[in-house]
């Protein structure tokens, strides 16, 4: 009792901040490390399927990317594609803020860090994707403003290296802020990172706009250049986010034992039920504009849906995706769905994989086949793109879990401290 | 005190436990095979050096630093091609923009042109690389979706017309506004260029050209040391590092010089005329105010310094 209420002696000069911030860097090193089989289990496993991605890349930066299946054809592949999907995730996981601070809604509060991380850990994987894409990583400095050569504002990609990378520190600071208060038993102070948090809203919107702005903005590729790519690119993240944070939400219950987001999982469900179906429309509308106008403009669209000339590598991954898209909205319109976590489960995963090939292969492929002069040369990754692909993810995977733990970690500790140091039962504790 | 109870660690962290030692050994493993897994770097490059790494960009360079680069790359070229090549860097003329027609109708796809891009410009010997595609196409279409690039049989075919198509030198051209780190830019008299030591390999250039003039250097292009052309210069024909874009310069090395482009010299038809735009007497001036113009593409609006012509 007296140590919990010691507890209490918060840091006010420097040097006890600075110790105070060297004991919480700890203990999440701690916790990074330490835990329970299942936690072992899982963590060799992603560092070693990490390991596999790390050793062909380093392979792919000796021999040159001829280990992959791309060609001056089809200049993008797998990686892209990644890159474009984990983009969304990111922007969609911080979207979930909306509902907790727009609407006051208090028990989305408790979500918002979940999504806060997420964010984190999908925008090192998808610029861990670029970098997997250059031909000369070594240099990469000359993207660095002011060191290197920075061709802003004409360049889109200068613009997404900005909006990437400072949407990184945004949700780090948010994320560091809020545990480390909670590290310290303080209740957060909003002024410190509520303007924060809206920023990072904004800046969620503006990470999938400038991505999309990348590819629509290429007048050589039809498949690309539509206006629709961007409000395309929001709603399928908003179906993405919601989907991976809901499956997060149901491993965390497992992990904690406790009962936490029921109210969250019904509101991202109903975030889910809209924009699965808004997503949908928006392809059926891109879908009518190809194929009634028709003419040579079409004529990536017939590939990726019907194939074209003989050549349809792509027409099995869209048809999948669209299958998967459908029979998860059809389960989430289900009136049902909340109360059966497994449907729940599957719905999410259907809707997660069907925009991860909607976006990627069946987006970023088709652009390129058939080529600016109507050439058809396929693709499907090479064995070493797969590898470096789920090195990626294992990776971020990785990065995840130990933010997530810590995260648990600092707030179940604080748990402990408050009942034992309050006479009466605290009442659940807000993640944020 | 509050080290004791804000972070009181588990009891099993301290001292040396069996646990502990588990856990030390298996952070040595874990970091043991992450220096397996990315041992191939260290097999990268043989003249990697610190030069390379740190050289700035072709337009910051002064007079003196170009020679020093210029020197490096001609002992890198004999390092790892094993011949003594020479690189200048030789710059526009003033009053000079360089524009090129091509005649439609004589052109018989014998793709001499490619064959002759091939060797002036070093390419990758595997790959039979090429700045130039020829596209034989159907009489009464110019609908490119009915166009093959890869015809195997005897040339010319009756009902046939060949397009030959290389980078069309745009007055906008979009894959210059990509590139996110300056590394490709119009020249003075019209020619785009790459920074072969400052490109970072990302492709966006490639997704954004029209025309299927950009080639990206997938492996590191392999040339016996006989069939290299030594005579090289740094914007155009000097052998690409791996991991970098390239394209057509209208051989600039030849045509700054006062010389022809090697895809013209090597046209058996005369389908080809090259010059200067801003000449008034030029060959070329003379093509575009008397023969029916037809520009690829047009309607995208990058204003290509690159014609096609009929006669007929």
Request: charged share 20%.
């Amino acid at each position: 009792m007296s140590d919990a209420a010691a507890s209490n002696a918060l840091p006010h000069t420097l040097r006890e901040h600075v110790r105070s911030q060297r004991r919480f860097a700890w203990r999440a090193f701690v916790e990074a490390f330490d835990g329970g089989v299942a936690f072992y289990v899982w963590m060799i496993f992603l560092t070693a399927v990490a390991l596999v991605g790390a050793n062909a890349w380093a392979i792919q930066v000796r021999d040159g990317m001829g280990i992959t299946h791309m060609s001056d054809h089809v200049s993008w592949g797998l990686y892209i594609a990644n890159f474009t999907f984990l983009v969304g995730l990111a922007a969609g996981g911080v979207l979930m803020v909306i509902p907790a601070y727009l609407y006051h809604d208090e028990e989305m509060h408790d979500i918002v860090i979940v999504g806060e991380l997420l964010a984190i850990a999908a925008i090192i994987m998808a610029l861990f994707f670029v970098v997997a894409d250059l031909g000369r990583p070594d240099r990469f400095w000359h993207l660095i403003p002011f060191i290197g050569k920075f061709n802003f504002p004409v360049s889109m990609l200068t613009w997404d290296v900005i909006v990437l990378n400072g949407y990184l520190l945004i949700n780090v600071y948010i994320c560091t802020y809020l545990l480390y208060e909670r590290f310290l038993g303080k209740k957060p102070n909003p002024r410190w990172y509520v303007p924060f948090v809206f920023l990072s809203i904004v800046w969620a919107i503006s990470i999938h706009t400038v991505t999309a702005f990348l590819y629509c903005g290429l007048g050589g590729r039809p498949f690309w250049n539509t206006a629709l790519l961007a409000p395309r690119f929001l709603a399928s993240a908003f179906v993405s986010g919601p989907a991976f944070i809901i499956l997060a939400i149901q491993v965390i219950r497992r992990v904690y034992r406790r009962d936490y987001g029921n109210g969250p999982i019904a509101t991202l469900t109903n975030v889910m039920r809209v924009t699965i179906l808004i997503n949908l429309f928006m392809v059926v509308s891109e879908l009518f504009v190809e194929f009634y106008t028709g003419g040579s403009h079409t004529s990536a669209a017939h590939y990726l849906y019907l194939g074209l000339h003989g050549k349809h590598a792509l027409v099995p991954w869209i048809w999948s995706a669209i299958a998967m898209n459908l029979t998860a909205a059809g389960l989430l319109l289900t009136s049902s769905i909340t109360t059966h976590p497994w449907r729940l489960n599957v719905a999410c995963v259907l809707a997660f994989a069907g925009i991860w090939i909607e976006k990627g292969i069946g987006l970023i492929i088709p652009g390129f086949i058939p080529s600016t002069l109507h050439e058809i040369v396929e693709y499907l990754p090479s064995v070493a793109e797969w590898k470096i692909t789920a090195g990626i993810w294992a990776f971020g995977l990785l990065i995840y879990t130990v933010l997530l733990k810590i995260t648990g970690s600092v707030f179940a500790r604080r748990r402990e401290l408050d009942a034992a140091a309050a006479p009466t039962p605290a009442s659940t504790p807000e993640l944020a | 005190m509050s080290k004791e109870t804000i972070d009181s660690p588990p009891p099993a962290t301290g001292g040396v436990t069996r646990r502990n030692v588990i856990k030390g050994l298996g952070a040595t493993l874990g970091l043991a095979a992450y220096a397996k897994a990315i041992a191939p770097l260290t097999e990268w490059k043989e003249s990697a050096t610190v030069d390379e790494f740190l050289q700035q960009h072709y337009k910051e360079l002064s007079a003196v630093d170009l020679q020093i680069v210029l020197g490096r790359l001609e002992r890198e070229a004999k390092k790892e091609y094993g011949v003594d090549v020479h690189i200048t860097d030789i710059k526009a003329q003033p009053g000079v923009k360089f524009g090129y027609a091509l005649n439609l109708s004589v052109c018989n796809g014998c793709r001499k042109c490619a064959e002759a891009c091939h060797i002036e410009n070093n390419h990758d010997r595997g790959s039979n690389n090429s700045y130039i595609r020829v596209f034989e196409m159907s009489r009464g279409s110019m609908d490119m979706e009915k166009g093959n690039a890869n015809y195997e049989h005897p040339v010319k075919q009756p009902d046939k017309f060949y397009l030959p198509v290389q980078c069309q030198q745009c007055e906008h051209p979009p894959c210059v506004d990509v590139c996110p780190v300056e590394a490709t830019w119009k020249e003075p008299d019209g020619i785009v260029v790459v920074d072969y030591n400052w490109c970072i390999g990302c492709r966006y250039c490639e997704a954004a050209c029209p025309y299927h003039a950009r080639r990206f250097n997938w492996e590191k292009p392999q040339i016996a040391a006989h069939e290299i052309n030594p005579e090289q210069s740094y914007l155009s024909n000097r052998i690409r590092p791996q991991g970098v874009m390239e394209k057509c310069t209208f051989c600039l090395h030849r045509t700054r010089a006062g010389r022809l482009p090697a895809c013209l010299e090597a046209c058996p038809t005369g389908a080809r005329v090259f010059g200067n735009l801003l000449d008034p007497k030029s060959e070329i001036r003379w093509v575009l105010e008397n023969k029916r113009i037809f520009i690829l593409k047009e309607d995208l609006g990058l204003k290509p310094q690159f014609f096609y012509f009929f006669d007929v």
